[in-house]
């Protein structure tokens, strides 16, 4: 069965901080991975997502960015931490664009 | 604009009683997916349920039951005799084609608490 795992779970950082996520899957080869971000209070919004290693594409713009090292690795990155970057990260996976996407456990951020 | 509509914010019922999430999605392709996700208050994302376009039939599992009505644009969620373990947020989703591929816009959730 394949599994999703992020860390690290929960995160405090001061702004201007360099942040780095991390999220990887088992248990499946060549997934399609993608970053959420929920805000308090707010849906989910997708960040970035990944049909392959080292393809990625980004939704919003903003001083996020994404990397896929490996086959099953999705990192989310910052050199620079903003208040605004506040909130909670989901990486999911699917085996295609259309089917099913299935969320990890997530990491909440709080930006002081 | 809002692609997905979950018009109700908050919706508390009593233990036992059964209850229905609404979701009005909006869209022009003939071909997209629709999906039902529980958020407890781990926050963790569940997957609960996917429609393609093509399938209206409705769908029980449990004590969940879906009614996909494209007439209506809506993908309504009902919990029969709920329990206090329902309690969460509920997202719809729409995944539909776009220069993006195929993503997932989220409603903006329902939170439902389920009382003793």
């Known amino acids: 069965s394949q599994t999703i795992h992020q860390w690290p779970a929960t995160l405090v950082q001061p702004v201007g901080s360099p942040l780095s996520l991390e999220c990887t899957v088992e248990?499946?080869?060549?997934?399609?991975l993608y970053w959420y971000r929920q805000a308090a209070g707010r849906g989910l919004q997708l960040l970035f997502y990944s049909v392959g290693i080292g393809q990625i594409s980004s939704e919003v713009p903003q001083n996020l960015s994404a990397s896929r090292p490996q086959d099953r690795q999705f990192i989310l990155s910052s050199k620079k931490l903003l208040l605004s970057d506040s909130g909670f990260y989901l990486c999911?996976?699917?085996?295609?664009?259309?089917?099913?996407?299935?969320f990890g456990p997530g990491t909440r951020l709080t930006v002081l | 604009a809002q692609k997905v509509t979950q018009a109700q914010t908050e919706i508390s019922v009593v233990e036992k009683e059964d209850v229905t999430l609404d979701c009005v999605y909006e869209t022009r392709d003939t071909t997209y997916y629709l999906f039902w996700y529980k958020q407890p208050p781990s926050g963790e994302l569940v997957f609960l349920i996917r429609?393609?376009?093509?399938?209206?039939q409705n769908e029980i599992s449990g004590r969940y039951s879906w009614n996909f009505q494209k007439s209506t644009s809506s993908f309504n969620f009902t919990i029969t005799a709920s329990q206090v373990v329902d309690s969460a947020v509920y997202f719809c989703?729409?995944?539909?084609?776009?220069?993006?591929?195929?993503?997932?816009?989220f409603g903006k959730g329902t939170s439902l608490l389920v009382t003793p």
């Open positions: 248990g499946t080869s060549n997934p399609n």
């Open positions: 999911a996976w699917s085996r295609t664009v259309t089917d099913t996407q299935y």
């Open positions: 429609r393609n376009s093509f399938d209206e």
């Open positions: 989703a729409l995944s539909e084609y776009s220069n993006s591929g195929y993503a997932l816009n």
